[in-house]
Nanobody, 119 residues
Framework: QVQLVESGGGLVQSGGSMRLSCAASGSGFRLQFMGWYRQAPGKQRELVAIIHTGGSTNYADSVKGRFIISRDGTKNTVYLQMNSLKPEDTAVYYC?????????????WGQGTQVTVSS
């Protein structure tokens, strides 16, 4: 079992910045990807950004040029630096991590953290 602990989030004004963190813990796992999703009220959960262990990244078009995903492999932690925030970025942000365990794959989700951008 891989546990995720998210931190960051809160209230920020439009144009501001915020950083989210997500730390994975457990034993016997090997990460293959770490990412962030978000879900706004009344909308489906959508991918924000993902980073693979090789370092490749993908971003939603709506956040390209504003958000940066990074990771610290020594800490099994993924970060989402969010800049030039807009009210439409308001959502619950979820960390998603996947990889391999000794006998199976895993795909774990964080508890979610609220990000609210005021206009």
């Amino acid at each position: 079992q891989v546990q995720l602990v998210e931190s960051g989030g809160g209230l920020v004004q439009s144009g501001g910045s915020m950083r989210l963190s997500c730390a994975a813990s457990g034993s016997g796992f090997r990460l293959q990807f770490m990412g962030w999703y978000r879900q706004a009220p009344g909308k489906q959960r959508e991918l924000v950004a993902i980073i693979h262990t090789g370092g490749s990244t993908n971003y939603a078009d709506s956040v390209k040029g504003r958000f940066i995903i990074s990771r610290d492999g020594t800490k099994n932690t993924v970060y989402l630096q969010m800049n030039s925030l807009k009210p439409e970025d308001t959502a619950v942000y979820y960390c998603n991590v996947g990889g391999l365990m000794p006998t199976a794959t895993f795909d774990s989700w964080g508890q979610g953290t609220q990000v609210t951008v005021s206009s």
